[in-house]
Every structure is written in C-alpha cells, then in structure tokens.
C-alpha cells in the first residue's frame, strides 16, 4: 500500500541518505550506532513530516538529525561530548553539493547501480540478475543454480540490503562485526559459503 | 542497540517474501500489521523497496547481452556501443549465427524477388550482408532482411542494412520504419538515426527520423535509447522504453510517454493505410499526409494551422480529408496541380 506520502519521503527525504550518513559520522563518535542514529533519525522525519510535510525537506532532515544527536548526548548515552564533531549545518549543504549524483542524469544512475551490482558477492550477484533481469520466478532461480529456494531467498535479501547501502548511501554503514567482514572481504567470506 | 539491523533484515525478508509469487492476502495482512507497528519499519521497508525497485533498470544494461548468462563484472559499456559485447560469444556461436545468417540471406532474396517493388539497391555478400532500401512517396515497403527479421518502410523513406556475424546495424537515413525482430541474443539489433542508436534484442517497435526529433514507439518487448552527448558536451541519459513507450528524442532530451499498448500501436496505423489523429493541430496532421502524398497540404494562414482534428483518415486519400475539412470546420479548400492551399474562411 505504497501511499504518496512514501513517494515523497523516498524522494525528498532518503534521497539525502549520503550527506545524512557523512554528517552522523563526523558528528557521532560511535560507529556502531549510526545505523541505528540513521534509522530513528528517518522514522521521526517520517512521524512529523505525516502530520505536517515540511516545505524544506533537507532542511528538516538535518535538523531532526542534529535534536536527535543533542538528546542522546543530553541522555548520556554517549560518555564524553569532547570527539562530538560540529552540529552545525554549515557544511552539510557543501558536502552535498559535492556529490550530486542522484541528479547527474540517468546514465550516472545507471552507472551507480552497475556498480552496486558488480560489488555483490558472485552468487547473490547471480541471483538478483536472475531474478530482476531475466525475471525469472524465485523458484526458477533455484532451479537454475541448484540451490534451495531458501538459499534463494537469503541472496536476495542480502543483495536488497547492499543495493540499498550503496544506492542511498554510497558507503555500507554495515559496522558490526558479522558485516564488516562481508563488505571488506567479501568474495573471499562468499566462496567460503558457498562451498557449503 | 542493534535492533535497527535486525528491522532491516526483517524489511528485507518481507520484500523477498513478497516478491516469492505465493503471496496471499493474509501476508499482505501481517505485512500491513507489521508495517503499522513502528515507523522504524514501515521507513526501512521503503528504503529497501526503492533501492529494490531501482534495480530492475538493470534490465538496461543487458540489452543486446545474451540471455542466460549474468555479464562478468565490469562488462558494462555505458559509454560505448553495446553491440561490442557481442563478440565474447563462443565460436560455436558464431557458426550457428552464420548459418543461420546465410540461410536468411536466401530466403530474404527470395522474398525479395516476390515482393517485387522493394528497391533494391545494393546487395554485396562479401562476408558480410549489406543492403539498402528505398520507399517511394505513398509507397510502403515490408521486406525481409538478412537475419529473419522484418521491416516495413513507411512513405518516402530510406535505410542501409548491414548485416555482420556479431552485429545487426540498420541506419536510418530517412522517414521511419517499423521493424520486427527476430530474437538473437548473439547479435543486438541496433537502428541508428541521427546519431541516437536504438537497441533491442527480439521485439517490435519503430523508429521515426525528423528534422527535429527521432520517435520510438515500443509495441513488444524492450529496447534501450542511447543518445550521443549533447553539445555542452554532457552525457545524456540512456532511456529502457519498455512495450507502449512512445520516445521523442530532440534536441532539449528524451521525453518518454508511457501508454497502454493499444495506444501506442495507434502510431503505427500507417502500416494498414491509415493516420490516426486524437486533438491533433492541422498543422500537425498536414505534416503527416505529407509525408505519404506527393501532392502536398500547405497552411495559408496560423488560423487554420491551429484547428484541432481527430479521427482516421486513409493517407492515400488526401482529397477525402480536405473535404471533410471543408464541411465540418471554417476551412476553404484551394486545389492546385501539385498542392492543395488550406485558408481560413
């Protein structure tokens, strides 16, 4: 039940996804929060924004980024204020600015995505190819490479999620422990998978 | 604290789930429910969905690959014609494509030699196919090339056909042209008008080459719409024109109309004799009888130019449409030997 008000939110809030994430991360001095700062951040845009849609989105984004930060802190979540970075919002439109790329034309797009697909492990590659260009059914796919459609199922939601990361993000915020060696090592951690 | 990863993998399940082909109004149910549980979900979910939706342009990019096969990494030539990646086929490949090649290029003779009144300018079977065809005014012209595939030339166009074993290249160099492809995954199929190059694999579609603008019209299948760079120098953008799209390619872009198939097939009605118009400017619709009559509409005055038309009409019947013109709108009608002058009354 896709509504207009998530087009929106889609097109005018997770479009910032990039310069959101590059302001968390200069701000934030835990690394392993940011997903979650990110995710609570989009959830009470998305609660304000479904009462009363702000003119200025980006705007609104960063502000509702910077109050979020300042309870947290305020809650003592975080220990020291001290390697907190600069709330201020001057730099983030320059940061933007810097990388227009969900406005460079759809060649760029499809060059972005090209390269969101190739940094897929070998076989979640195969199947998101098998799955969203020949359209083949999930359990056609199986088929195909004679796996489980199981098997199936974790590929693709596995490609989603990096898609996802590099598509809006351009970097993966996939910190933990489980997930840095997947982004960093990953054709490595998948060969050893797939030998299963 | 990692809550939020979970409700990622959690988002990301349902989308799979839901893409599996077995998905019941029941899950769409729990889907709804689990989506109105918190907003950390429901903003997660279109996260995931967008970037999923975003992927299939990816179908983009395997125009003119074969199919079966998922490309090495790096194997996309955003850049570059997509016709080069053809030449990765196996050498068995190729011998299948040659004599398959070969065995069209006899029967196209022969349908050639039935059709008749194809002008046929050059055929040199010199390792490679190359042909070219003429319509005249008023004349359409459906012969069969070299690969199996078929084209229908509109009224007073023109086109060279070349033929290789790892490319099918039709130039358009005039008028417009419907064409009917036979799939060969080995060998894109890629009509060039006006420096945009249109790409398909098996499909139907036409394209059309004005002074201003080259129109595609989808009725089957896919193609990909490549542009060169504009004059500034920037890329433009690589259009996917699914069945019903109808592509205007100009100067300023690429505008793209989504239609029902029906629709868009309305474009091509000149293959069976006839122009359809639907609140078409006469200016607009003099334009087209003229592509297809020798005797030509001119438009005396901005008047006339702007009345608005709508119906079919034969294009060989010319005389018909000015006289309906003349009794249902304030149109008088000056008939000359070579023209027919439109003025406003």
Known sequence: MPTDFDDWFVREILAHERPLTQYLQRCWPHRDEWHDLRQEIYARVYEAAAHNRPVAPKAFLFASARHLMTDRARRGRVVSIEPMGDFELSNVYLVDEVSPERWAGARQALKRLAEAFDRLPDRCREVVWLRRVEELPQKDVAQRLGISGKTVEKHLAKGMRLIADHLHGGEPLHMDAEHARMTTDEDDGHARQQAD | MHDSRQIEQAAAEWLVR?????W???????????????SRHRVEFLRLQAAWQETGRLQALAAGLPAGAVPPRQAWSLGLPVARMAHARS?????????????????????LAVVGSAIWIGWQLTGRNEASYASGVGQLETVTLADGSTATFSSDSRARVRMSRGERDVELLQGEAYFDVAHDAGRPFVVTADGRRVIAVGTRFSVRRDPQEVRVVVTEGKVRLDSPPGADGRATPVSLLPAGSVASAGRNGVLVRSLPVAEAERYLEWRSGFLTFDDTSLATAAAEFNRFNARKLELADAGVAELRV??????????SFVKLLELGFPVRAERLADRIVLHSR
Do not use: I, K
């Open chain 2, 18 to 22: 839901r893409d599996r082909g077995d």
């Open chain 2, 24 to 38: 019941s109004a029941r899950d769409q149910q729990a889907l709804d429910d689990w989506l109105r549980a918190a």
């Open chain 2, 91 to 111: 050498d068995a490949a190729t011998h299948v494509a040659r004599a398959r090649g070969w065995r069209h290029a006899l029967a196209a003779s022969a349908a």
């Open chain 2, 310 to 319: 709508g119906g079919n009409f034969r294009w060989a019947n010319v005389d």
